[in-house]
C-alpha cells in the first residue's frame, strides 16, 4: 500500500463515495453541532454528499496526495503566520490550511448576511453618536466606562465625521455554530480585521485540489466584492476615481504580514509603512524617489492608537506624525476611521440588543452569545454562580486578565476568580459557554471533527453602503481543543458559500480598467524600499566578497608552500578589515609550519580572541587565527563574517518581499539556513574542521551565484532595481579597489601565491589565465582587473556602470546625476603604463659623468606604485560618498544644505 492510499477495510469494500466517507469519518462529540453528517439517520447532509460526488471514488482516495500538494503548495508560495513568541528568532511558521472547507448552504447563509449587514449599520451608527452627540451615554444606554473609560477611545477623534459619512470600510464578526444549527456572534473586530488576505490564499488553493466540487458547486465567488471595496473608498475619498489608496503595515515582524504584502498585490495598491509616508500642510504625502506623492486613503493594518505618535501612543514607531490632522482636515480617508476599538470589547454585545432598538428600530436577527458585563452589579451577581459554565474574558486590552473556561478552573481557582471578580469588576466580562459546531477535517487516515469558528467579513462599497464578502476564514481549534486560535496552534480552512442564483465570475486579473490604470502609472518605489533594495544588493555583494576572502585564507593556510610574510600581512590586513576574525585575533606570524587546528568544537570567537593577550608562537597564533575565522563563519551576533551578511541579505529581503519572486525568497533564505546549519557542525572533529569550513563556504558560493541570477535577470529594471545593482556595486568598487590598495602595499601581489589570491579574489581567475596564461607581472594584472571594460569584475566597468546606473535614476534632474557622475574617478584618465611603474623614472638624487641623472634604487622596503595607490584610494573614497549622497538624497530626503525635507 502506498503512503498516499487509503487503509484497508476488513469488510468489503465501499462502492460509493459517500460510503466511503462513512467509513472514514470519526463520530463527532457529543454535543456539537455535526457540520458533515445529520445526527438522526447518519447520512452525509446534502452538500457534502454532493462535495463528495464530485471528487468521486478515486479523488477520496487521493486525499493523501492532495493534503502534500496542498501543503507544498502553501510552502511554496510563502504564505506564513507569524508567532509573537517566536519574533525573536526570526521564526515564520507555515500558514496552517486543512484540505476540506467548510460548506454553508444558500438558505444559511443568507441569514448570516442579513444579520451582520445590520450589526454593521449598527456599529457605524454607534461611532457616530460616541463621537458626535452622545446621546447613547446620556440615555444610559451605555456606560461610560465601556466607551470613555475604555483605552482605546480617542478624544482626538471626537467631532470629527470621517469622509462619506462611513466609520468602518471592513468589519469582521466571529460566528459559532451552535448545536441547535443556529449561528451566534461571539466577537467582533473593528479596527484593522486580519484575515482577508488568508481566506483569498484559502480559497485558490483549495479549489486547486478539487476543481470539479468548486465548479459544480456554485461557490460563491470573491473577488466583485474586494472590487467593490476599493471602489467603495475611490468613491468617498479625496480626488475620486483617481484617488491613490496605500496599505498601511506595520512591517515584516508583524504576525500578518504576508497577507499585508499579498493583498496590497492583489488589489493594486501600494504597501507602505509609517516611515514612508510624511505630512504637510495637512496632507498626506508618500515618500518615493521621485519626491513626495500625495496619498488619498489608507486602509490600515494597525490598531489605532499606533497611527498618530503626535497625538496618540508617543513611543509608537510605527505611525504618521499628524495623520489625525490630515483626517480632520478631510484630506486623507482612513479605512477604518481610528476610534473603534470600544466596539471589540466582549462587554459590549451585551448592550447591543437594546441599541439596535433605540437606533434602528429593529430586533437584531442574529444573536450574539449571552454575555454580562461584571461592571454592573446586576449582572455580576447574576453570572458569578454560572462561572464554572461560562468563558470568562477581559472587558478591556491589554490587561492582565487572560481567557478562560470555567469548566476548566479547579475549586480553587474557581475561588480566586470569583475574588478578583468582586474586586475589579469593570475588567471582567462574563459569556456563555457554546460547544462550537465540529466540521470534517483530513487526519492522514481518517476524517477528524474538529470545532471551528467562521469569520465573515462586511465591507464598505460605497458612503453608508455595505455587502458581505461571501465566504469567510474559518479557523479550527487545535485538535482536542474547545477553542479556536491561530497564536495557540489552531490551523483554517476555506468557507464555501453556495447560491441558487448565477455565480459572479468577476476576476480583478481582468478587470480592463485596472490592467489600463495600472500599465499609465507605475508602480512608485517607496524610500523605505529603495533603501531596502540598496543595502539588499550591498550585502549581497558583501556575502559573496566575504565568502571568497575566507576561501582564499583557508586554502593557503593549507597549501602544499607556505604562504609568503607577505601574503600573511595582506590576508590578515582583509579579515580584519571584513571581520572575518575578532579585533583580539593575533595576525598570521611571518613564518609559519604547516597549519594545523587543535581547537574544541565549543570555542567560541569572543574566547579565541582573548588569546591575543598571551605571548604566541607563529605556530600557535596561525592555529588562533584560523580558529577564530572558522568559529565566526556562522556567528550572526558576535561577529560581522559571512553568517552575518546571509542575515542581513534575508532581513533586508524580508523588507521588501513583496517586490521580490518567491522563488528568489526562498533562495535566499535556504542560503542562511544552510550555512549556519553547516557551520553549526564545525569542529566535531578539529582535524577536517577547516575542509568542512570550505564545503560550507562552497555551498554558500553556489546559492549567492542563484540569489545574484535571480536579481540580475528576475527583477524589473526599475530604479528600485538600479538602487540595487548600485548598492552591489558601490560594495563592490570599495571591497576590491582597497584589496588591491593593501596588495600593492603589502607586496603579496608582487609574488606568485598572492597575486593569484588578488585575482582570486577580483573571481577573475579563469578569465586571466585563458587570456595570460601563466604570466603574473604587474601589467596584466592591471589590464585585467583595473582597465579592462568588459570585464564585470573589473574597476573600469564597475565605474562605468555606476555612471550608467546614476543617469538613469536620475533623469528628472539631470544636473544631480551629472554631479554625482563627476565625483567618479574617470578609468579614461588612467594610464597602464604610468600606473605599473613601481617608482617614477625621474626620481634621482645626483649625476654622474656629463651632468646624466642616475637612477637611484629605492630601499628594498619601499611600496611604490604611488600612482596606482592614489587611484585606488580614489575609487574607494568616491564608492563611500556616493553612498553618503544616495542615502541623503533619497532615503532620509535631505537637501544639499543637508536639512531635512520632511520636517
Keep these: ?10 469488510h468489503s469494500a465501499p462502492d460509493s463515495p459517500t460510503e466511503l466517507v462513512k467509513e472514514l469519518a470519526a463520530v463527532t462529540a457529543a454535543g456539537h453541532f455535526d457540520e458533515l453528517r445529520n445526527p438522526v439517520t447518519g447520512e452525509l447532509r446534502p452538500h457534502w454528499e454532493a462535495f463528495f460526488g464530485h471528487v468521486g471514488m478515486e479523488g477520496v482516495g487521493e486525499l493523501n496526495r492532495r493534503a502534500q500538494s496542498l501543503a507544498r503548495q502553501i510552502r511554496d508560495n510563502g504564505v506564513t503566520y507569524n508567532v509573537y513568541a517566536d519574533q525573536a528568532h526570526g521564526t515564520q511558521r ?155 503595515t506595520p512591517g515584516p515582524y508583524n504576525e500578518t504580514y504576508f497577507e499585508h504584502a499579498y493583498l496590497a498585490r492583489y488589489l493594486g ?13 495637512r496632507h498626506l504625502y508618500l515618500k518615493t524617489l521621485n519626491g513626495l506623492e500625495p496619498v488619498d486613503a489608507l486602509i490600515k493594518r494597525l490598531d489605532d492608537q499606533w497611527l498618530d505618535p503626535l497625538e496618540l501612543r508617543s513611543d509608537s514607531a510605527l505611525g504618521v506624525p499628524g495623520l489625525l490632522q490630515v483626517m480632520r482636515a478631510g484630506n486623507v480617508l482612513v479605512a477604518n476611521a481610528p476610534g473603534s476599538a470600544p466596539l471589540e470589547s466582549s462587554a459590549m454585545l451585551g448592550f447591543l440588543p437594546a441599541i439596535s432598538r433605540e437606533l434602528l428600530g429593529e430586533e437584531l436577527s442574529l444573536p450574539a452569545l449571552p454575555t454580562w458585563w461584571c461592571g454592573e452589579h446586576a449582572a455580576m451577581q447574576r453570572v458569578l454562580p454560572q462561572l464554572k459554565t ?37 475588567d471582567f466580562t462574563v459569556q456563555a459557554y457554546m460547544p462550537l459546531a465540529q466540521t470534517p477535517t483530513w487526519a492522514g487516515d481518517h476524517i477528524a471533527p474538529r470545532s471551528a469558528m467562521l469569520r465573515v467579513y462586511v465591507l464598505a462599497d460605497g458612503p453608508n453602503s455595505w455587502r458581505v464578502l461571501p465566504g469567510g476564514l474559518v479557523r479550527l481549534a487545535p485538535r482536542g481543543e474547545l477553542m479556536a486560535s ?86 590578515s590586513r582583509l579579515a580584519r578589515n571584513h571581520s572575518l576574525v575578532l579585533p583580539g585575533v593575533p595576525n598570521l606570524p611571518p613564518a609559519l609550519p604547516s597549519a594545523a587546528t587543535a581547537a574544541s568544537a565549543s570555542t567560541t570567537p569572543s574566547e579565541l580572541a582573548a588569546a591575543a593577550s598571551k605571548p604566541t608562537a607563529p605556530s600557535q597564533a596561525q592555529r588562533v587565527f584560523e580558529r577564530s575565522l572558522i568559529a565566526a563563519l556562522g556567528d550572526t551576533v558576535g561577529s560581522y563574517s559571512v553568517g552575518f551578511n546571509l542575515r542581513a541579505v534575508r532581513l533586508a529581503a524580508a523588507n521588501v518581499r513583496e517586490r521580490l519572486s518567491q522563488e528568489q525568497r526562498n533562495l535566499i533564505e535556504r542560503a542562511e539556513s544552510e550555512f549556519l546549519d553547516q557551520c553549526g557542525g564545525l569542529g566535531a572533529d578539529t582535524e577536517s574542521a577547516p575542509q568542512e569550513a570550505l564545503n560550507a563556504l562552497e555551498a554558500a558560493s553556489e546559492w549567492l551565484a542563484g540569489i545574484t541570477g535571480a536579481q540580475t535577470d528576475r527583477m524589473v529594471r ?136 642616475k637612477p637611484v634604487a629605492p630601499p628594498a622596503d619601499a611600496v611604490g606604485f604611488a600612482e596606482l595607490r592614489a587611484v585606488l584610494k580614489a575609487c574607494d573614497a568616491s564608492a563611500k560618498a556616493l553612498s553618503d549622497a544616495l542615502s541623503q538624497r533619497h532615503f532620509s530626503h535631505a537637501d544639499r544644505d543637508n536639512r531635512s525635507l520632511l520636517t
Design 1 to 10: 500500500m502506498s503512503d498516499s492510499s487509503l487503509p484497508l477495510f476488513s
Design 94 to 248: 507555515p500558514w496552517s490550511l486543512d484540505l476540506f472547507p467548510i460548506v454553508i448552504t444558500p438558505g444559511c447563509w443568507a441569514d448570516i448576511e442579513a444579520g451582520v449587514l445590520q450589526r454593521t449599520r449598527l456599529l457605524n451608527l454607534i461611532l457616530a453618536d460616541i463621537y458626535g452627540p452622545c446621546r447613547l451615554l446620556k440615555r444610559a444606554l451605555l456606560p461610560p466606562a465601556l466607551v470613555q473609560g475604555h483605552p482605546g477611545y480617542l478624544r482626538a477623534m471626537h467631532g470629527v465625521e470621517p469622509l462619506g459619512g462611513t466609520w468602518l470600510n471592513i468589519a469582521a464578526f466571529d460566528l459559532a455554530r451552535g448545536p441547535d444549527g443556529g449561528w451566534r456572534v461571539v466577537s467582533q473586530r473593528t479596527q484593522a480585521p486580519s484575515g482577508l488576505g488568508y481566506l483569498l490564499e484559502n480559497r485558490i488553493a483549495i479549489a486547486r485540489q478539487f476543481p470539479n466540487a468548486f465548479a459544480g458547486m456554485k461557490v460563491q465567488r470573491l473577488a466583485a466584492s474586494y472590487q467593490a471595496l476599493v471602489q467603495g473608498i475611490k468613491a468617498m475619498a479625496p480626488n475620486g476615481q483617481n484617488a491613490r489608496i496605500a496599505l498601511l
Design 269 to 281: 495598491l501600494t504597501l507602505v509603512e509609517g516611515s514612508d509616508l510624511t505630512v504637510r500642510d
Design 390 to 426: 461560562s468563558v470568562i474574558k477581559s472587558t478591556y486590552p491589554g490587561g492582565d486578565v487572560n481567557t478562560a473556561m470555567g469548566q476548566r478552573l479547579g475549586a480553587g481557582a474557581l475561588d480566586r476568580m470569583t475574588g478578583r471578580i468582586v474586586q475589579q469588576p469593570d
Design 486 to 571: 491561530m497564536q495557540k496552534g489552531g490551523s483554517s480552512a476555506d468557507c464555501w458559500v453556495l447560491t441558487d442564483g448565477e455565480v459572479d465570475r468577476t476576476s480583478l486579473l481582468q478587470s480592463a480598467p485596472s490592467t489600463l490604470s495600472m500599465a499609465q502609472n507605475k508602480r512608485p518605489v517607496t524610500s523605505r524600499a529603495a533603501e531596502n533594495l540598496f543595502w539588499l544588493g550591498r550585502y549581497t555583494e558583501r556575502a559573496e566578497n566575504s565568502v571568497r576572502l575566507a576561501q582564499i585564507i583557508l586554502r593557503n593556510l593549507h597549501s602544499e608552500e607556505h604562504a609568503s610574510r607577505a601574503l600573511q600581512a595582506w590576508m
Design 718 to 853: 526599475d530604479n528600485g532595481w538600479r538602487l540595487l545593482s548600485i548598492g552591489r556595486h558601490i560594495e563592490r568598487l570599495c571591497t576590491l579597489s582597497a584589496a588591491m590598495q593593501q596588495a600593492f602595499e603589502t607586496g603579496s601581489v608582487l609574488e606568485s601565491h598572492g597575486f593569484e589570491a588578488l585575482v582570486a579574489l577580483f573571481d577573475s581567475t579563469i578569465t586571466f589565465h585563458a587570456h595570460y596564461q601563466q604570466r603574473r607581472d604587474v601589467v596584466a594584472l592591471l589590464d585585467l582587473l583595473l582597465l579592462d571594460r568588459e570585464n564585470p569584475r573589473s574597476l573600469a566597468w564597475v565605474l562605468d556602470t555606476l555612471r550608467s546606473r546614476l543617469k538613469k535614476l536620475e533623469q528628472g534632474d539631470p544636473a544631480f546625476a551629472l554631479d554625482l557622475c563627476a565625483n567618479l574617478p574617470d578609468p579614461a584618465t588612467w594610464d597602464l603604463a604610468s600606473l605599473s611603474q613601481r617608482h617614477a623614472p625621474t626620481d634621482v638624487t645626483g649625476t654622474s659623468g656629463k651632468d646624466t641623472p
